[in-house]
Each structure stands twice: as C-alpha cells, then as structure tokens.
C-alpha cells in the first residue's frame, strides 16, 4: 500500500480503513470490511468540498451555474476518471478483475478512500485532498456546462419533437445506498432509461442516453 499512499500523498494511520475502502463487496458482505458504509460518507465530503471549490471559484455566478459545474465534477465519468489518475484500480480487492474497470465500482472506491481519509485524518485534510486534485478540472475560461436534460429539451425544439417527459421505473440497492431508475420518453422515439444514486442522476443518465439516440453530442 506504501506506493498507493505515495499517489495519494496521504499517509493512513488507521491502515484497516484504507484496506477496508479499497475491498468489493464480493470480497466479503461485513459491513465493517468492505467499502460501502466509506463510501456513503466519502460521497458527501465530496459534494460538500466540489461545492465549496466552485462557490469560491466563481464568485458572480448564480446558482443554476454552479449546480451545472458541480454536477459535472462529481458525475460517476468523472470520479471514476479520478480514481484511475490516483491508481487506485491497481489496488481494488474483488472475487473478480471485471470490477477493476467497471465505472462504478471505481466511482465508489474512490469516494471510499475519500471518506476513510475524513476519519483518518479529518474533515479538513479530506477537503483539502479533494480541492487539491479536482482543482485542475474546473475551467475558468469557459462557460458552465449545460446539463444533459437541458441539452435534449434544446434538441428536442430543434428537431420539432414534444418535451422530453420522465417517469420513474424502480429503485434498488441498500436503503443508505439506493439506485434509481428513470425512463425518459419524447413522442416518436424510443424511450431510454437511466441509473444513478438519486433521481435527478438518474434522469441525467437517460437525457445523456437519448441524446446518443438521437446524435446529439453531449460533452462533460
């Protein structure tokens, strides 16, 4: 783990929480081993942090501005990219090597690291660590992204089809863990559907899904 510390730059001190952050549930299902409990903590750290980065970054924006910067910096894609940039697919403890690059997996460990890291160290060397490496990824130059459901309401118009529409077609996963699913339909074509961590993910994931449907280039 000492070259894992050495990318982090970060020395654990508790060496069972980075050992626990880093194993799958499939390793093992004690809630004390794996990374699921770290990760429900290291995702909030990580919203509070990217939150606080961009409030203080762009001073006279408004908040739908902000909102659209956020989500896009803490977004599954690009968690998951952090997680590569800091190795940490190199060190995941799974039953199988398909979960060293699967999205979400790597979205979760990274956010479990960060969450071991807040109880290691505390909240701000988290916040710190955070802010430091997601820094180089906001973009000053540049204008807010816009938002996937925001893209394909334009494209929708564009193209003379009625207003996207979405519906809620279940919900899994652990109650401090959920995953929801959102169906969006536009008359005339095939509904797409969506997955993330609360609704408003979720219908992100199936805007971004029907925008490939229907051609439309949708940059993060």
Request: proline content about 4%; glycine content about 8%; charged content about 25%.
């Amino acid at each position: 783990m000492k070259e894992l510390e050495k990318n982090l730059q970060y020395h654990f001190n508790n060496q069972h929480l980075l050992h626990q952050a880093l194993t799958h549930t499939s390793k093992t299902g004690k809630l004390s081993e794996n990374y699921e409990r770290l990760e429900f903590l290291g995702d909030r750290v990580l919203g509070v942090a990217v939150a606080e980065m961009v409030y203080r970054v762009f001073p006279a924006e408004p908040e739908g501005s902000l909102s659209q910067r956020f989500m896009a910096l803490v977004c599954k894609e690009t968690v998951a990219e952090m997680a590569l940039k800091l190795g940490l697919d190199r060190y995941i403890m799974a039953e199988s090597v398909d979960v060293h690059h699967n999205d979400n997996v790597l979205c979760d460990v990274c956010e479990a690291v960060i969450g071991a890291m807040y109880l290691d160290g505390g909240c701000q060397t988290a916040i710190d660590f955070v802010q430091e490496r997601w820094r180089p990824l906001v973009d000053t130059h540049t204008r807010p992204p816009k938002d996937a459901k925001t893209l394909l309401q334009e494209a929708a118009h564009e193209k003379g089809l009625p207003a996207p529409r979405y519906v809620e077609i279940g919900r899994e996963g652990a109650e401090h863990n959920p995953v929801f699913h959102m169906q969006v339909e536009i008359d005339g074509t095939e509904a797409q559907t969506g997955s993330g961590r609360n609704k408003k993910m979720a219908e992100q994931n199936a805007a971004e899904k029907m925008l490939a449907f229907l051609g439309v280039k949708h940059g993060k």
